[in-house]
């Protein structure tokens, strides 16, 4: 995990003449907001569902590594269970200590990776993620950040695929509304084939900031 670099100093942040601020508002200091998003940084997991992340990925891999190098949990689950033979206490275990559940992934055929569906089947257990005992997940965020191949003019209502790329993934957010999970406005990467190089990064630099966020906006059920 990598160690992120300690707050600015606010010195460097002034301006050469600063806002009257009213005696009864108290401003926010750097040091407050860069351990807010220390805060953040810990208590979220990066779950990557992709194939050969370290292989064939470019747009994954990129948007993972930035992850990463601010100091994220980013977990390669092709890697970790190349096999499909999930360990379903260990990943309860690791959901149960995160607060922002982030699923990365390629869209492959308007939906997930095989290996995101089999975690899925196998982890969120009825007693464990949802029934009326199954409260572990219970008000975490839950956070899609997926990247399709195609231009994201093609994923409108009325012409290309005839559908957005938030109707594509209802699925999770249904299961988001079952677990108790609040369902935030996914990150989409669209057109991840034909990106270069420095359109990636840029993503990548966007993504981190997104995830990071210390207030994020859920998605309403028929937005």
């Not at 606010?10 to 050469?16: W, Y």
């Not at 095989?114 to 993620?129: F, I, P, R, S």
């Not at 093609?154 to 957005?164: A, I, L």
Request: some cysteine.
């Amino acid at each position: 995990m990598c160690t992120v670099n300690g707050p600015p100093d606010p010195a460097d942040l002034a301006g050469e003449s600063a806002p009257v601020i009213s005696a009864s508002i108290r401003p926010v200091s750097a040091d407050t907001r860069y351990y807010a998003r220390r805060q953040v940084i810990m208590n979220t997991t990066v779950f990557v569902f992709h194939p050969s992340l370290e292989g064939s990925s470019r747009v994954n891999k990129k948007l993972s590594d930035a992850a990463r190098q601010i100091g994220l949990d980013v977990r390669d689950m092709y890697m970790i269970y190349p096999d499909f033979r999930i360990d379903i206490k260990r990943e309860q275990e690791v959901l149960t200590h995160t607060d922002r559940i982030v699923l990365q992934f390629p869209m492959y055929w308007y939906s997930t990776p095989a290996l995101l569906k089999q975690w899925e089947d196998d982890v969120l257990e009825y007693g464990w993620a949802y029934g009326s005992t199954g409260t572990a997940l219970r008000g975490k965020e839950l956070i899609v950040a997926v990247s399709p191949g195609g231009s994201g003019d093609d994923y409108v209502h009325g012409s290309g695929k005839n559908y957005t790329v938030t109707d594509l993934l209802r699925p999770l957010q249904a299961t988001s509304n079952l677990i108790g999970t609040k369902y935030i406005k996914p990150f989409i990467t669209a057109g991840a084939s034909g990106m270069t190089d420095g359109e990636a990064a840029q993503k990548a630099q966007e993504y981190v900031e997104y995830i990071t966020r210390g207030q994020l906006e859920a998605l309403g059920a028929y937005e």
